[in-house]
């Protein structure tokens, strides 16, 4: 996944297409076993389809370029040969309901401030590291990204406890993100440190640290 992560840095891809070559696993792997030495092959012939989807045809790179760490040590047929298998195993089907879309939904009539717009980011992008995720709906993900994300720079305060099915879901996948953001992947921490990204992660890093709000978020997993 780090890797994966990687070479969209370095391609300079859009975040859409790091969600969909993720998609594309997932559902790649739900159909076939994947050798671990095509690990590799497999993660980087799914971001090469997802540019290739998502970006105009001139934008796209091609496996030549430097950023291609995953594919650097496979010859053009052994791409080609995967990138066709691939997508017979989804029969073609690309796109999929992709969670920066329900993100777009969701805040729609809102203002999205740069910092709140890295901050969701940051979020999204550190539940594709984790298989608990895999399983649950995008627009649940979404949701859940942007009530962390507007709590953490301060914009709303811990969301009260629902008693429907899909607030109760939500709960959960709370729980999961902020249980799993207070020790966030390495790769994702270094990038959403920096000015760029508005220090967003340091951000998060200071609202968990306090002690005496985590258990109250911990204590969704238990509604009354």
Known sequence: MCLLVKSQQALELCSDALFLAVNILDRYAAKRVIKPTHHKLVGGVALLIASKYLDRRENSPTTSSSGWQLLSNYDQKDILRMEKHVLETLDYLIGYPSLPGHIQLELVGNQVTQRLGHMI??????????????????????????VIARCAIGEISIPTVSSDSESTERQRVLCCMLRRLLRPPKILHRTYSSGKTIFVAMIMHKYLGDRNLLPQYLALDHPR
């Open 121 to 146: 980011s940051y979020i999204c992008k550190a539940t594709l590291f984790y298989p608990e995720f895999v399983s649950v709906p995008s627009i649940i993900v979404a949701r859940s990204a942007i």
